[in-house]
């Protein structure tokens, strides 16, 4: 049986933006994404490893000014006739002036179909993974069904001093599988 060779597209191919180093995300053994039988129960419960195919959606946007409220970095739509599972997600900030924590910096949010917000991930004032060792995991995962439209987003509060423009860079990654609706 032959090897088969995972093929990354550039996002300059997929007019996704400037793409970071995500060679870490790949590699996450614990995560569902290479490992599909972690973390789903078997039988009923999940599909069957081979149906399930992989996601990574990714972003990285200049850092807006103070004053932004839910600016858009990245966003993932589930394919009609099939279903979802957000299982890792990485939030975060490169540049200067931003101390972890500090909601009144810059937060970034997960939303869903652009009117509800994902619990526990409303306001999200810190770094979650990271470039280096892979995506924050999310151990119920969220599920998301046909068409549903999940993004990450960033405010930066009106009297914010971080650094904008530039090299500071807001980052976005939603990792996770779908397969067909059954």
């Known amino acids: 049986m032959s ?15 400037t793409p ?3 060679a870490p995300f790949y590699d996450q053994q614990h995560l569902p994404l290479v490992k599909p039988a972690i973390g789903m129960p078997p039988g009923p419960g999940g ?3 081979d149906q399930r195919q992989r996601f990574h959606a990714f972003n990285s946007i200049v850092a807006p000014a103070a004053n ?29 002036g931003f101390t972890e924590g500090n909601a009144a910096l810059l937060f ?5 179909n652009g009117t509800s917000f994902v619990e526990n ?7 979650l993974g990271s470039l280096s060792s892979g995506p ?6 969220i599920k998301l069904f046909a068409k549903d439209l999940i993004e990450i987003l960033v405010s930066v509060p009106l009297g914010s001093t971080i650094g904008t ?3 500071n860079r807001m980052h976005g990654h939603l990792v996770g599988y779908y397969w067909p609706i059954t």
């Open 3 to 17: 090897e088969t060779k995972r093929r990354y597209i550039p996002a300059s191919q997929r007019g996704i933006g």
């Open 20 to 22: 970071p180093d995500c």
């Open 47 to 49: 599909p069957p490893p």
């Open 68 to 96: 932004t409220s839910n600016q858009l970095v990245v966003s993932y739509l589930v394919p009609d006739g099939h279903q979802a599972k957000v299982v890792g997600l990485h939030v975060g900030y490169i540049g200067t």
């Open 108 to 112: 970034f949010s997960v939303r869903l």
């Open 121 to 127: 991930y409303a306001s999200i004032p810190n770094t």
């Open 136 to 141: 924050w995991p999310i151990p119920a995962a």
């Open 165 to 167: 423009g530039g090299t």
